[in-house]
C-alpha cells in the first residue's frame, strides 16, 4: 500500500491505523502445522471416498490453528483443546437446530447470548465462545453429512490433530519456552537500562512490562496444573522475582538524566543468556562503581539477580512469585461462573451479541439469502471487542473479504476439485499464521479462500459462492456496525472510564503504602506489579479506541497523555521509594497525604466527566525531596485535564 498520497488525499489517521500491518514475526512451527494438519485431512478424505467428511476434519483443523497461538506446551492443550469442546457442542446444537425454521433462529440466539458472557472471561474462554457460536451457526446453516456425531467427532479430530503436531517436540523441549519467556524479560530489562535517559524509555519500560507480565502468566500457569514443587519452576519463578528490583530501580536512573554505562545494560544481556540456557556457573559481574542513589540502586538489584540465576540450588518451599500464587482450578472455575452470572459487563456483552445474531438469522429466514449462514458468521467474527475496535473489524472484515474472494475466484474457476484441493489446501493454510499476527485484515484474507474452498467440497457451488459470500459479510458487518455499535453508547462515546479512574486511585494507595512504615514489602510489590498490569491493559485499550473515527478516535487521543502521566507518577513513586532504601532522606507523612489527597481527587473528577475539566495543581513541598519528581508528575496529570 502506497504511504504518500496527493495532496487532499491523504487518508485519516484513524484509517491509516487500521490499514498500517503489524509488525510481528513468523511463526515457523505454526505455519508447518498449519499445512501438514489441514491438508492431511482432506486427503485422507479424498483417499476413502468421503471428500465432505475430510472438508468437515480439515474446517476443526482450520479451528485449532487459528487457536495455536501459546508458546508453552500445557497452555497449547488449554487454547487447542477446550475450545474443541465447545467447538464440538456448538456444531451438534447447531445439527439439531437446522431446518426448524423459527426454533432455529432462537436456538442460534441463545446460543449468541451464552457464547457472549462466557466471552467475558478471559483469553482462552473466549476463543471457546467463539467457537461455540461460530460451530453453532455453521451446523445451523448446512446440512451436516452422515449421522449426527460425524460432525461434531470430525471437526474435533481435525482440531486436536494440531494439538497432537504441537506436542511432538514436548519431551524434548519441556520447559524450554518458560525459560526463553524469562530470559526474554531479562533482555527487554537490558533493553531498558539502555534507554534509561532517552526518549525511547517509555516503550522500553513498557515493553519490559508486558513481557514480565507474559512470564509470571506463562510459568505460574505451568506451576498451578503441576503436582508438588518443581525445582525448575520455582528457579523460574525466583529468577523473575529477582529481575523485578532492576526493573524498580530503572526509573530512579531515569529520573537523575545520566545515562547508565554500557556494563550495565550488557551485564542483564549476560544474565539473559544465562537464563534462556541454564548456565549455573560463575558470571563475573563488571559493573563500575555506583556514584548515585540510583546508581547504587541499579548495582545493588543487578547483583542480587546474578546471585539467582547462578545459585546452585533453590528452596522450593522458600520461593513465591512476585503476584502471589494463582487460585487452583476448582476455585477459578467458580470465580468465573460467579463473574459470568453477576457481571452486568457479561450480561450486556451477550445480549448485544445475541440481538446482532438474532436479527441476522431473522432477516435470513425472511429473505431469500443462499447459504445465509455466511451473515453470522461475520457478525461473530466481528463483534468481538476483547479482539479489537468493532467498528475496526468490521472495516477490516470487508476489506479482507474481498481480497480473499479474488484469491478464492482464481481457485474455484481455474483449479479442478479433487485431488487438486491438496496441493492447493497445502498453499493456502500456512499463510493463516502467518499473515494473522499483521492484523485482523490480513488473517481474513488468508482464511476467506479457505473456508470457501472447503464450502465448495461439501456444496459443490464452484464460483456461484463468491457474491453471495461477498453480500453476506456486507449484510453482517452492517448488522454489527449499527446493532452492535451505534445502537450502544459505551461504544463511540469515549470516556476516560472507570478503569484509568480505578488506576489514579491506586497510584494514591501505592504513594501511601510506598512510604508507609508497616506495609510489608512483598505485597507494596505486588500493588506495584498490578497497578502496571492494570496500566498496560488500560493502554491496549486506548490503543484501540485510536483506530476507531472521529468522534471517538479525537477524544482517545485527547485523553492519551492522560494515560501516560499515570504510568509515570508509578514511575516517580518507585523511584522515589528506591532512592530511600538506597540512603535518600524518607519524605515526611504530610508531603505523602498532600500527594495522595490530590491523586484521589483526579481520580473522582474523573468518574464524574467525559471532556476535560479544570482542577487545581497547587503542589509544593520541600525541592529537595524526593517527593519533587512526584509532585511534579502528578501535578503535569493534573494540569492534563485543564481544558486549553
Known sequence: MPHEFPIGLTPPDWLVRNLKPQQAPVNRPAVARAAVAMTLPLAIGLAVGQPAYGALASMGALSGVIGDTADAYRMRILNIAIPQLFGAIGVTLGSLAFGHGWLTVLAVTAIALVSGMISTIGAVASVSGLLLLLNAVIGAGLPMPGPWWAAPLLMTGGGLLVLLLALLAWPLRSGVPERAAVADTYRKVAALLAESASDGYEDARHAATQSLNQAYDLVLGHRTRHHGRSADLTRLIAQLNAITPVIEAAPAAHLSGIPLPPQIPSAARHLADAVETGYRGPIGLVLPGPQSESARAVDHALRHAADVVTSPDVDPYGIDDGLGRPAGPRVRAARATRTVVLSAGSWRYGLRLALCIGIAQALVSLVDVPRSYWVALTITFVLKPDFGSVFSRALLRALGTVAGLVVAAAVLSEVPRGWWDVPVMLLLAPLIPALTPRGYGYQTAAITPVILLLSDTLNREGTALLLPRLL??????????????????????????DRLADAVADSARYAESAFGKDTDP?????????????????????????????????????????????????????????????????????????????????SEGLREVEVLFPVRTDLTGPADSVLEPLRQEVAAARAITSPR
Open 472 to 497: 453476506d459479510s456486507l449484510m453482517g458487518c452492517a448488522i454489527a456496525l449499527i446493532a452492535g455499535y451505534l445502537l450502544w453508547p459505551e461504544s463511540w462515546h469515549t470516556r476516560v472510564g
Open 522 to 602: 512483598a505485597g507494596r510489590a505486588r500493588m506495584r506489579r498490578r497497578l502496571y498490569r492494570d496500566l498496560s491493559v488500560i493502554r491496549t485499550e486506548f490503543q484501540r479506541a485510536l483506530t476507531e473515527p472521529p468522534p471517538t478516535g479525537r477524544h482517545a487521543a485527547a485523553w492519551w497523555p492522560l494515560v501516560v502521566a499515570v504510568e509515570r507518577i508509578v514511575d516517580a513513586t518507585t523511584a522515589a521509594r528506591v532512592r530511600v532504601e538506597h540512603g535518600a532522606e524518607p519524605p515526611a507523612r504530610a508531603e505523602v497525604d498532600q500527594v495522595a489527597l490530590q491523586l484521589r481527587e483526579l
